[in-house]
């Protein structure tokens, strides 16, 4: 299903209408005729550039890079940043369609940097989010996740609500692509809810979509076929032919997997008939194999090998090997039911050769269960016994793989935990800088008013005699003086704490996993009269989570060590520099050489060996 759901979601994954990438000759025309125009602006010529070169994306992709590279040679001769990002985004684009997903994020990566450069938000959110979905084609969805997080806060920013939902969208298929069925599911349901708050139709339709694919995977039929109907009023609507085939693929599988077989095979036959139309050899192998599902579970075994047959045949021009390995176990399976036993060895020979080159583990399985049972029919022992062992190695390393995913789940819940805990950490310690902030102001702006207030008294004085007026003056040049320096003194205060501000902010939209660590750091920035028991407290903690057993050893081979001795051979295990630990221990770099030579002789290694080494070794 991973390939139709694929080919389901490029629909919504660029920032591109549809319209935009299907051929349109009359829009061709008009840019072309543009184009040759005499004394066309170069501005308006990159833009005519860069929109031919997007209707030549699927269907010429070469004469599109023709097109865009020379939009790009207009806008660097004019020095134009932003048609020069606008022409590398679209040649992200031609990469993406002939599926060079990293020449792609080549080209995306470098619009968003421009942007970002130019201070471009919209052409900077817009990039992240093309590099999010190269990102999931290149199965790194936690980094996609991550770019499409980032493009939502900017779209949010800017009030681009469609895009914004499309990027929480877009989140759900990262989720769903990476097995984390219930945070998929929340990010579909949250956006299509929002959808429906600007009565996005085509939105709607999708999400249900989306919705129902999980609920499919999880075998509640009923459900995934109410989400499904929901979804047809708003499908038909947006005359989208290739949402239409999947909805009613995906209404055929609910209805197959409720035993309704007749009408099952109804609206696969209707959704596979739309697929024709497109041409596409790959996603209408997938209904025709869906078909040959249909009729096996009914017993119907040469209906279903017919429909295996040209499944397979399909796959053999664009298909995948793990692709390929599905069909031949399909046809394999339907040869073993009619008891033709040498062709379904062959096919489950072959399905075990592409599984092995698609390094697929699942139709590995299958192609060895359906070998050890041909093996058992022809009584051949020693065949059997070896695809058995096989199947249990096999399975053995899916338990593996399933037993990591779910711990790889349960991490990224704690995960989020902990960064929503930090967040929270955060932005209280914000709110308190805000605070102070505010005081001083306050106290800057009285302090002021004050001393204003008193130097209109002062002159007024000085007005009275000469002697006055010279001793007044020297008092209104000390006062000035005083004022300068209270005010230097309140501005650098005040950098501090803007400076302070920034980083705050800084760490609490921080993805890093040190986050914790940056916030320590704050805290000894923001008083380094702090006591260090707490902090030390909060080190040690963690580092004996690392390292265990480590001031366990020490203690047991050098019990004489003290605490403070300790605390150095705990920073020299984590490799930090010495200028970190003078830092973290509060003395000099001096201080630092002497007592790590103090400990050298304390714990008697010789001059032939390295503290650093023993400490690293332990």
């Known amino acids: 299903m991973k390939t139709f759901y694929f080919g389901f979601c490029l629909s919504i994954l660029l920032l591109l209408n549809s319209r935009a ?4 000759l009359n829009k061709i025309d008009s840019l072309q005729k543009l184009i040759n125009t005499p004394k066309t602006a170069d501005t308006t010529l990159i833009k005519a550039y860069n929109d031919l070169g997007i209707q030549h994306a699927t269907s010429n992709p070469i004469l599109a890079k023709q097109n865009i590279n020379k939009a790009l040679r207009i806008a660097h001769k004019i020095k134009k940043p ?10 992200g684009v031609v990469y993406y369609y002939q599926k060079e997903y990293d020449s792609a ?3 995306f990566n470098k619009a968003y940097k421009i942007n970002t450069e130019m201070g471009h938000s919209w052409g900077q959110a817009s990039a992240l989010h093309q590099i999010g979905v190269v990102q999931n084609h290149l199965n790194k969805y936690s980094k996609a996740i991550k770019s499409f997080q980032k493009a939502g806060k900017v779209f949010k920013s800017l009030n681009d609500s469609l895009s914004y939902i499309k990027t929480i969208e877009n989140i759900g298929v990262s989720y769903n692509l990476m097995k984390y069925q219930k945070k998929g599911l929340e990010r579909f349901l949250s956006a299509n809810t929002l959808y429906k708050q600007l009565h996005n139709t085509s939105g709607i339709g999708r999400t249900y979509i989306h919705i129902s694919q999980i609920l499919i995977k999880q075998k509640e039929y009923e459900k995934a076929l109410s989400y499904l109907k929901k979804s047809l009023p708003h499908i038909h609507s947006g005359g989208n032919k290739r949402h239409l085939s999947v909805v009613l693929n995906n209404i055929g599988i609910s209805q197959r997997g409720l035993k309704n077989y007749d009408d099952a095979l109804a609206y696969l036959q209707k959704s596979l008939a739309l697929r024709k139309e497109k041409g596409n050899s790959k996603t209408v192998a997938v209904i025709q194999s869906e078909i040959g599902n249909t009729y096996f579970e009914m017993e119907s075994y ?6 295996q047959k040209k499944a397979l045949q399909n796959y053999s021009i664009k298909g995948s090997y793990r692709q390929k390995a599905t069909s031949y176990n399909s046809i394999a399976r339907c ?3 009619l008891n033709q036993i040498d062709s379904a060895k062959s096919n489950a020979t072959k399905a ?3 599984s092995k080159k698609a390094s697929d583990l699942e139709t590995e399985t299958e192609a060895n269960q359906t070998l050890a049972s041909i093996a058992e029919r022809e009584e051949n022992s020693l065949a059997a016994y070896q695809h058995f062992k096989n199947l249990s190695i096999l399975k053995d390393s899916l338990k593996i793989i399933k037993q990591e995913e779910v711990a790889k789940e349960l991490y990224a819940k704690y995960e989020t935990k902990q960064k929503e805990s930090q967040i929270n950490i955060l932005q209280q310690l914000n709110n308190k800088i805000k605070q102070r902030y505010t005081i001083l102001v306050s106290a800057l702006i009285l302090a002021m008013a004050l001393l204003t207030v008193g130097l209109l008294i002062f002159i007024k004085k000085i007005k009275h005699t000469s002697l006055e007026k010279e001793i007044l003056d020297r008092e209104l040049d000390t006062k000035k003086k005083e004022l300068t320096t209270h005010s230097l003194h309140l501005v650098k205060k005040n950098k501090v704490l803007e400076s302070l501000k920034e980083e705050v902010e800084h760490i609490r ?4 996993q040190n986050a914790q660590f940056n916030y320590l750091k704050l805290i000894q920035t923001i008083n380094f009269d702090l006591s260090d028991d707490t902090s030390w407290e909060n080190f040690k903690r963690s580092f004996e989570q690392v390292h265990k057993d480590f001031y366990s050893i ?5 019990p004489n060590v003290t605490s403070n001795e300790l605390r150095l051979m705990a920073l020299l295990k984590i490799n930090l520099s010495s200028k970190e630990i003078a830092s973290i221990l509060n003395i000099t770099q001096e201080g630092v050489r002497k007592a790590r030579y103090r400990l050298r002789k304390k714990l008697d290694i010789p001059s032939n060996k390295i503290l650093m080494d023993m400490i690293l070794n332990i």
Do not use: M, P, T, W
């Open 82 to 91: 932003r048609g020069i990002a606008g022409a590398n985004n679209c040649l």
């Open 21 to 24: 990438l299907a051929q349109n």
């Open 105 to 107: 994020l080549v080209y």
């Open 352 to 354: 075990l050769s592409s």
């Open 335 to 337: 040869f073993l039911k």
């Open 554 to 558: 020490i203690k047991s081979k050098y």
């Open 509 to 512: 939209c921080s993805e890093d």
């Open 302 to 307: 040469v209906e279903a090998l017919h429909y």
